[in-house]
């Protein structure tokens, strides 16, 4: 169907001249190296790996990014990350025009399992290798990550709170208590309104990575709440160090996307259409983790969210249990729940500081308009320390920050 191309002819080419080109070169490899070369395919091929070699020197010698906002990571490498059960989002086509560079789990092996090690006799958490420095458009110092700037605590009771709790096949469940005191209260923080518009902001993604979590823990205002990946070891430790700097938490459960089983979610995914059974084994391990927070939030879910029945069955467990239900907004249109409420912004859908800062200005935007707004995000270095800076600015802007229990529809 296609003609076979034709080549031009390469007698003429510097490279493979007689006098002092490539040929002359190689007369001592003998006849048979000469007779490889002069092969039709063989001499293209090596001009390009000679163009492609020259290109990889050059770019090992110079910075293709000078003079742009960067993100410099130093992280541990000492472990290869496990398989990945929380995706990050996509980065957007426009990261390498924001000067910014995207990140994804594998690519830096900033996401690797966090090990109960990382706890110190007292269970509190304990120093985790690699430092993450931002350095975002028009700003004078650099944001760092992991670093030594922890706020002061304002610390939460302790979990577990009596009664609120029973015995499980995989551990202890929430439970309402029976003088009617639910998780969903109990462990959520408390809040005073001033009156200003209210935003709320939840960093989801947590306990996969110690750096990470760490700073999110200790760098973030106690009025975000944080948000922990059910599978990562040394859950409790990591609620326990969240709730003692006096953040409410939430956990993750893994539901089924739309693209299932080409995307999945990881172990113990709820499923469109599966039997009570399973869900419930699913949930009471998931739920069974750990102890201390005040309610789940989906990870994924594109399908398992829009089908009323799974649903139905999902938001009555919740009830049952009384603990809130908090979505990423793709739920935002889905009745049901006794305490629940969806996000407004997803505030990392692009992964870089340009577009996280203008979803956020869109979250400030709507608190004014409507008293409230919700965002999520991931544990990105980049969302971390865009939302650090932005947290600093909210009062100057008359807006106040709001865990998200204060904003639950009940």
Known sequence: MFAKPKLPSLSNSPLFRKDGGLMSRVKGLGPAALDILKKPYTAPLMALGLFIGGGALFLSLSDPEAGNPTIQIAAATTAAPKADAHAPATASADDAASGLQAFTLDSLGLFKDASADQFNANGEAGPADGTAVITLPNDGAPVTVGSANKLPAS???????????????????????????VPASAYARPFKSNGKPMVSLIVGGLGLNPTTT??????????????????????QGWIDAARAQGHEVLIEIPMEPTNYPDTDPGPRTLLVGQRTDDMNASLNWLMGRATGYFGVMNYQGSAYLRDKG??????????????????????????????????????DAQINSQSINAQLAAIEAQAKARGRALGSGFAYPVTL?????????LEQKGLQLAPASAIMRR
């Open 310 to 347: 799974s649903m139905t069955a999902f938001l009555n467990v919740m009830k049952a249990r009384g603990v809130a239900f908090i979505d990423d907004g793709q739920a935002r249109d889905v009745g049901g729940g006794w305490t629940r409420a969806s996000a407004d912004r997803v505030i």
């Open 155 to 181: 610390p939460l009771a302790p979990a577990p709170i009596a009664g609120l709790s029973q015995n499980g096949p995989n551990g202890p469940l929430p439970a309402i208590a029976s003088d009617g005191r």
């Open 385 to 393: 320390a865009v939302a650090i800076k932005w947290t600093q600015s």
């Open 214 to 235: 760490k700073a999110a823990i200790e760098q973030l205002p106690a009025e975000v709440t944080l948000s922990f990946v059910p599978h990562a070891e040394g859950l």
